[in-house]
C-alpha cells in the first residue's frame, strides 16, 4: 500500500472516540462544568461502572481529563474543540442540543448539588 500524503490517523482517531452516545451524552453535561460520575450518573441515569468506563476512554483519547478533590474526582473537557464537532454534527442533522439538565441535580450529592446556593 502506498504511503499516504497525509496522516488522517489522529482524527480518525478522535471520531472513534466520539462514535459512541453515551460519550456524547457525557460531554454534553460536560459543556458548562467538570462533573464526578455521580452527577454524570445522576444525569444521564446510566450505571457509575458503566460511565468510569466510558470517562476512561475519554480520558484515554486525551478529551477528558480528571483531577481528585478529596473524596471525589473530578471530570473536565480538555479538549473544548470537540464541541464544534459536535455542534456541526447536530447542525447537519437538524437536532437540537439537549441542554435540560437542570444545574443542581436532586438525586446528586455532589459537592456542586448539595452546596447550599
Ligand atoms: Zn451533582
Same mark, same amino acid.
Request: proline share 4%; glycine share 6%; with cysteine.
Given at each position: ?6 496522516? /488522517? %490517523?489522529?482524527? +480518525? &482517531? #478522535?471520531? &472513534?472516540? #466520539?462514535?459512541?452516545?453515551?460519550? #456524547? @451524552? ?8 467538570? @462533573? ?9 441515569? /446510566?450505571?457509575? +461502572?458503566?460511565? %468510569? ?17 478529596? #473524596? ?19 447542525? @447537519? ?13 436532586? @438525586? ?10
Amino acid at each position: 500500500m502506498a504511503k499516504q500524503k497525509y496522516d /488522517y %490517523s489522529s482524527q +480518525a &482517531k #478522535l471520531f &472513534k472516540t #466520539l462514535m459512541h452516545p453515551a460519550r #456524547l @451524552a457525557i460531554l454534553d453535561v460536560l459543556r458548562s462544568r467538570e @462533573a464526578c460520575v455521580c452527577h454524570l450518573e445522576a444525569a444521564l441515569g /446510566y450505571r457509575q +461502572a458503566y460511565i %468510569s468506563q466510558q470517562l476512561m476512554e475519554l480520558r484515554g483519547n486525551g478529551i477528558v481529563e480528571s483531577r481528585r478533590d478529596g #473524596l471525589n474526582i473530578f471530570y473536565r473537557v480538555c479538549k473544548p474543540g470537540v464541541f464544534s464537532v459536535l455542534d456541526t454534527a447536530r447542525e @447537519a442533522l437538524g437536532e437540537e442540543l439537549q441542554t435540560d439538565w437542570p444545574d443542581k441535580l436532586p @438525586a446528586c450529592d455532589c459537592p456542586h448539588c448539595s452546596q447550599e446556593a
